[in-house]
């Protein structure tokens, strides 16, 4: 049994404020470019890039601006291949075996089975993805387990199947879960949201989830100075930054993980000017802001922007540590 949990969020995106274009150039930094070379050569020029450089920062008062929990609930399902079945026993006893699963193209999970008597039951799938070490989120999706019998569905969800893990099934294996309602939670020990069958299915996975650690990992090795100026410009500080490490990123914007001179840990979610669709605009907007953020520092350029405020504490940074050894 799944224990009753009432949980509220609102979603709604703030407003972007456009703010004028500046005039000095920042000194070249490490960021790299994908493949097509595009930011290769931004970056050759000293980081002179023809754009609207200072329309960077958003205007996030009350709200996060980040992608909606059936989104990301749609993305983690997409990112992973394994996660917890949960069912209930003959007796009434709650079981629940590691499996492997794919997705078809509204993300209903296709798993491979043996053994299932029923040919539908209530079940759970659990399914949670570490992004970079420093975080957890997941979802639990509720519903049905089902044995298709429809010889066009069977061969679709065969080659959903094949397309994830590069092998054949035996049809007769093949299952799917009829989702319900899905909870998505963003870390352990945190409150969830609780996502409709409606809502899971029309939703779209994030477009960066493929490039998303790839980026966050050079970001971090790279361009930690960055990060950390952007904690002391885009955020709404009353203490000094030690460290930061950017957490992940979206279409939206990326959340940052920073430590405190007291050791305390702290999450925050820095927006984009405007929603990216791959990787280099991602790094495009990355770049742009770390130029304004330099700027607002050296006093080229005055903060006409509004500071993101909310902040989460995650913990202390020796009780984190400590407990990872």
Same mark, same amino acid.
């Given at each position: 049994m799944?224990?009753?949990?009432?949980?509220?969020?609102n979603? =709604?995106?703030?407003?972007?404020?456009?703010?004028?274009?500046?005039h000095?150039?920042?000194?070249?930094?490490?960021?790299?470019?994908?493949? /097509?070379?595009?930011?290769?050569?931004?970056?050759?020029?000293?980081?002179?890039?023809?754009?609207?450089?200072?329309?960077?920062?958003?205007?996030?008062?009350?709200?996060? $601006?980040r992608?909606?929990?059936?989104?990301?609930?749609?993305?983690?399902?997409q990112?992973s291949?394994?996660?917890?079945l949960?069912? =209930?026993t003959?007796?009434g006893? #709650?079981?629940?075996?590691?499996?492997?699963?794919?997705v078809?193209?509204?993300?209903?999970p296709?798993?491979?089975?043996n053994?299932?008597?029923?040919?539908?039951?209530?079940?759970?799938?659990?399914?949670?993805? &570490? !992004?970079?070490?420093?975080?957890?989120?997941?979802?639990?999706? =509720?519903?049905?387990?089902?044995?298709?019998?429809d010889?066009?569905?069977l061969?679709?969800?065969?080659s959903?199947?094949?397309?994830?893990?590069?092998?054949?099934v035996?049809?007769?294996?093949?299952y799917?879960?009829?989702?319900?309602?899905?909870l !998505?939670i963003?870390?352990?020990?945190?409150?969830?949201?609780?996502?409709?069958?409606?809502?899971?299915?029309?939703a779209?996975?994030? #477009?960066? $989830?493929d490039?998303? &650690?790839?980026?966050?990992?050079?970001?971090?090795? /790279?361009n930690?100075?960055?990060?950390?100026?952007?904690?002391n410009?885009?955020?709404d500080?009353?203490? !000094?930054? =030690?460290?930061?490490?950017?957490?992940?990123?979206?279409?939206?914007?990326?959340?940052?993980?920073?430590?405190?001179?007291?050791?305390?840990l702290y &999450?925050?979610?820095?927006?984009f000017? $405007?929603?990216?669709?791959?990787?280099?605009?991602?790094?495009?907007?990355?770049?742009?802001?770390?130029?304004?953020?330099? &700027?607002v520092?050296? /006093?080229?350029?005055?903060?006409?922007?509004?500071k993101?405020?909310?902040?989460?504490?995650v913990?202390?940074?020796?009780q984190t540590?400590?407990?990872?050894?």
């Amino acid at each position: 049994m799944i224990p009753s949990i009432s949980l509220t969020s609102n979603h =709604l995106p703030p407003s972007i404020l456009i703010l004028p274009t500046p005039h000095f150039i920042k000194p070249c930094i490490s960021l790299a470019a994908p493949a /097509n070379g595009v930011l290769s050569s931004l970056k050759s020029k000293r980081f002179g890039i023809q754009c609207s450089v200072a329309s960077v920062v958003p205007d996030l008062e009350l709200n996060l $601006r980040r992608p909606f929990p059936a989104e990301i609930s749609r993305t983690i399902v997409q990112l992973s291949s394994v996660g917890t079945l949960s069912t =209930l026993t003959h007796d009434g006893s #709650p079981l629940g075996v590691g499996v492997r699963f794919a997705v078809d193209f509204n993300g209903t999970p296709v798993l491979c089975l043996n053994g299932f008597p029923d040919s539908q039951s209530r079940c759970s799938l659990h399914v949670q993805l &570490e !992004q970079c070490g420093l975080r957890t989120p997941q979802c639990t999706i =509720l519903g049905n387990l089902i044995k298709p019998t429809d010889t066009t569905a069977l061969r679709k969800l065969c080659s959903a199947w094949k397309k994830r893990f590069d092998e054949e099934v035996d049809e007769s294996y093949i299952y799917t879960i009829d989702v319900e309602r899905v909870l !998505q939670i963003e870390d352990y020990a945190e409150d969830g949201i609780w996502v409709s069958s409606s809502e899971y299915a029309s939703a779209e996975p994030d #477009p960066l $989830r493929d490039s998303a &650690e790839k980026i966050v990992d050079e970001i971090n090795t /790279n361009n930690r100075e960055d990060v950390c100026r952007f904690c002391n410009i885009y955020v709404d500080l009353d203490f !000094q930054v =030690l460290d930061a490490k950017m957490a992940w990123v979206d279409r939206l914007g990326f959340d940052v993980r920073l430590t405190s001179v007291q050791k305390d840990l702290y &999450e925050v979610r820095i927006p984009f000017p $405007r929603e990216v669709a791959d990787e280099k605009g991602a790094k495009s907007s990355f770049n742009g802001m770390s130029q304004l953020a330099w &700027e607002v520092e050296k /006093n080229f350029h005055a903060p006409e922007f509004k500071k993101v405020k909310h902040l989460k504490k995650v913990g202390n940074a020796v009780q984190t540590s400590t407990s990872d050894v």
